[in-house]
């Protein structure tokens, strides 16, 4: 099993990062997936949700600004990024979520003139 987050780097503020997560070894059509991030110091928090089905659910901090997609036929998941922040500053994680949790190693985003 395998999931691995790519896209990530430096960005200016207010610019644009599109995140993928590509996922080996399991039925990814079965599992929700999910974005999250931890910058230093703090906990890990929620991004980004995608169900089976499509329906997406967001951190209140991104709404707006951030947006999460999967191609099942690619086994991959998205998360678009605009309009970001400083605050946005982070390691990102791709997770999946079904008869089992897995977790991808993270890739940095970093938003900074």
């Known amino acids: 099993v395998q999931l691995v987050e790519s896209g990530g780097g430096l960005v200016q503020p207010g610019g644009s990062l599109r995140l993928s997560c590509a996922a080996s070894?399991?039925?990814?059509?079965?599992?929700?997936m999910s974005w999250y991030r931890q910058a230093p110091g703090k906990e890990r928090e929620l991004v980004a949700f995608i169900g089976i089905g499509g329906a997406t659910n967001y951190g209140d901090s991104v709404k707006g600004r951030f947006t999460i997609f999967r191609d099942n036929a690619k086994n991959t998941v998205y998360l678009q990024m605009n309009s970001l922040k400083p605050e946005d500053t982070a390691a990102y994680y791709c997770?999946?979520?079904?008869?089992?949790?897995?977790w991808g190693q993270g890739t940095q985003v970093t938003v900074s003139s």
């Open positions: 997770r999946a979520h079904g008869p089992n949790d897995y």
């Open positions: 070894g399991f039925t990814f059509r079965s599992y929700f």
